[in-house]
């Protein structure tokens, strides 16, 4: 154990010297709004399967059903979601919409005012879907959309349902708190590959379709943009292992 400390200290004198290549954006959306979102520059092909996992800090003050990320394609608004129902007092219910289909609201974590990983998969074979947190499985169900592939060529925004093509926004539909490290895949990741990504803090590259990176986003002006050390810490937990297996 007595071996943790350099090797800690050696991590983060890494970090202080490289703060680019430790630190990510977190975009923070400072109460509701209709106008704070960021919108996803990458032209989505027709996806038969998808994975969305993503870091959220849920405003600790706010209530009711927000938006975290929506797809809409010009033939149908509503086509890809994910929304949470937040009440004060319990935990936060997270609930998928395929193609105007509605999951169930599921129970994911609790409303603490801390960080909290979140991954969504959906399959058109069998319209199958997945709830993962801290990468761990949540919930799972089929029979949502199974008729449909999600449509191609949709624009992807954060933080607000798109009631238009890619406009629309409600106040009382937005997120209120903070995003960082959303990541999609153009399939099915599975629970021994999401279980990875959460001891790693690292995106698996296979099927890796968009990355999280201020370039790749049009990140509108009333959204505050911070540098700050990936909320993951994966990595460090990893080493205490190592270390105390060792000792």
Same mark, same amino acid.
């Given at each position: 154990?007595?071996? @943790?400390?350099?090797?800690?200290?050696?991590?983060? /004198?890494?970090?202080?010297? &490289?703060?680019?290549?430790?630190?990510?954006?977190i975009l923070e959306?400072?109460?509701?709004?209709?106008?704070? &979102?960021?919108?996803?520059?990458?032209?989505?092909?027709?996806?038969?399967?998808?994975?969305?996992?993503?870091? /959220?800090?849920?405003?600790?003050?706010?209530?009711?059903?927000?938006?975290? @990320?929506?797809?809409?394609?010009?033939?149908?608004?509503?086509?890809?979601?994910?929304?949470?129902?937040?009440?004060?007092? !319990?935990?936060?219910?997270?609930?998928?919409?395929?193609?105007?289909?509605?999951?169930?609201?599921?129970?994911? @974590?609790?409303?603490?005012?801390?960080? &909290?990983?979140?991954?969504?998969?959906?399959?058109?074979?069998?319209?199958?879907?997945?709830?993962?947190?801290?990468?761990?499985?949540?919930?799972?169900?089929?029979?949502?959309?199974s008729s449909d592939?999600?449509?191609?060529?949709?624009?992807?925004?954060?933080?607000?349902?798109?009631?238009?093509?890619?406009?629309?926004?409600?106040?009382?539909?937005?997120?209120?708190?903070?995003?960082?490290?959303?990541?999609?895949w153009d399939r099915?990741?599975?629970?021994?590959?999401?279980?990875?990504?959460? !001891?790693?803090?690292?995106?698996?590259?296979?099927? /890796?379709?968009?990355?999280?990176?201020?370039?790749?986003?049009?990140?509108?002006?009333?959204?505050?943009?911070?540098?700050?050390?990936?909320?993951?810490?994966?990595?460090?937990?990893?080493?205490?292992?190592?270390?105390?297996?060792?000792?």
């Amino acid at each position: 154990m007595e071996d @943790f400390v350099p090797v800690c200290f050696f991590y983060m /004198l890494f970090c202080y010297l &490289h703060k680019a290549l430790c630190a990510t954006l977190i975009l923070e959306f400072t109460r509701r709004s209709d106008r704070k &979102h960021a919108r996803l520059l990458h032209t989505f092909p027709s996806m038969g399967s998808v994975t969305v996992c993503t870091r /959220l800090l849920f405003d600790q003050n706010d209530s009711g059903i927000s938006t975290i @990320f929506s797809y809409s394609i010009q033939s149908y608004i509503n086509e890809f979601q994910l929304r949470a129902n937040v009440i004060k007092g !319990k935990l936060v219910r997270l609930a998928l919409l395929v193609h105007g289909n509605h999951g169930p609201y599921q129970d994911a @974590f609790s409303h603490d005012n801390s960080w &909290h990983s979140v991954c969504v998969s959906w399959s058109q074979n069998g319209g199958r879907w997945a709830l993962f947190t801290h990468g761990l499985m949540v919930c799972r169900g089929d029979g949502l959309n199974s008729s449909d592939s999600i449509g191609p060529d949709g624009l992807f925004i954060i933080g607000q349902e798109q009631d238009t093509f890619g406009g629309s926004f409600k106040k009382d539909e937005s997120f209120s708190g903070s995003i960082t490290e959303l990541h999609i895949w153009d399939r099915v990741l599975n629970s021994s590959e999401i279980s990875a990504m959460e !001891k790693e803090c690292s995106p698996i590259s296979s099927g /890796l379709v968009f990355k999280w990176s201020e370039t790749a986003m049009k990140i509108d002006p009333s959204l505050t943009k911070l540098w700050r050390d990936n909320p993951c810490q994966g990595t460090l937990v990893m080493i205490s292992h190592q270390v105390r297996g060792r000792s």
